[in-house]
């Protein structure tokens, strides 16, 4: 690293590790309140504001970025419209099944919920890394967005939380738990390292995101592994799966896979700044 870059990643330290004490607290403090009120995420309520908090998030960021863009203010709406309504009534038809009870073991001879988690990656993936208007989007935003967002993921800590109450398998909870916590704990400070502009701070941001990635497949394969049905390899001692009702069962039918889709913008647009500079 030279001299500049030096200074300019130096000052950046004390605000990484405050904001990685303060997720730190808050996330001993979320699962701490899992596990002694049970009643308070079978309420659905925590579920619910983290949805929202989450989507208005996405709505508002993606509003603003298209702002910074050279479109015009019809392509910017028409653009906003085409993101957010399919994602919406994605959002809407995963609650109401969820409430419905349509991802319930035995609820249907279709695999419904590896479907959910999976067709939205399969549609959503190859449409946002070739679309132009989407590049155009990416160009004109910062970096940091799309990893600072995912701090959420600290809330994966009731997994954990559930674990320790006895209501899910170890062998699930401790990778799934553990892998969510840490992306989300390390959002907040992959994105401040990340806007100090090093290339220790890109290369942070990449690891981060295939470490996100790489979380996912892990727990997919394992709740595929282990849940009663076609795919069911590994039966569990003690306590089975248990996230197929609601609203445990949004994690995996909507949250997952917009993040997967997160992750897949946040290194279209990593490679495309990256490219950018070098030419």
Do not use: C
């Amino acid at each position: 690293m030279n001299s500049d870059a030096a200074s300019v990643a130096a000052p950046a330290q004390p605000p990484i590790r405050l904001g990685l004490m303060w997720t730190v607290l808050f996330t001993i403090l979320w699962t701490w309140l899992i596990y002694s009120l049970p009643a308070l995420p079978e309420s659905g309520f925590p579920a619910l504001g983290v949805r929202l908090l989450a989507h208005g998030l996405i709505a508002v960021g993606l509003w603003l970025g298209l702002e910074n863009t050279a479109l015009t203010p019809e392509q910017r709406r028409a653009t906003w419209l085409v993101v957010m309504v399919p994602f919406t009534l994605w959002a809407a038809l995963a609650w109401t099944a969820a409430i419905n009870g349509a991802f319930r073991t035995g609820a249907s001879s279709l695999p419904l919920l590896p479907a959910a988690i999976l067709l939205p990656v399969i549609v959503g993936a190859p449409v946002l890394m070739l679309s132009k208007r989407v590049g155009q989007l990416l160009d004109a935003m910062p970096t940091t967005w799309l990893i600072a967002l995912q701090v959420y993921r600290i809330f994966g800590s009731q997994w954990l939380a559930y674990w320790l109450r006895g209501a899910l398998p170890g062998l699930w909870a401790l990778p799934a738990g553990t892998g969510d916590v840490l992306t989300g704990l390390f959002a907040v400070p992959v994105a401040i390292a990340l806007a100090a502009g090093t290339a220790e701070g890109r290369k942070g941001a990449i690891f981060w995101n295939i470490f996100g990635l790489a979380d996912f497949a892990v727990a997919i394969a394992l709740g595929m592994a282990m849940s009663p049905g076609p795919f069911q390899l590994i039966v569990p001692d003690g306590p089975s799966m248990a996230v197929d009702t609601f609203p445990n069962v949004l994690t995996p039918a909507f949250v997952v896979p917009s993040s997967i889709l997160l992750h897949v913008l946040s290194l279209r647009q990593l490679r495309r700044r990256s490219r950018a500079e070098t030419v």
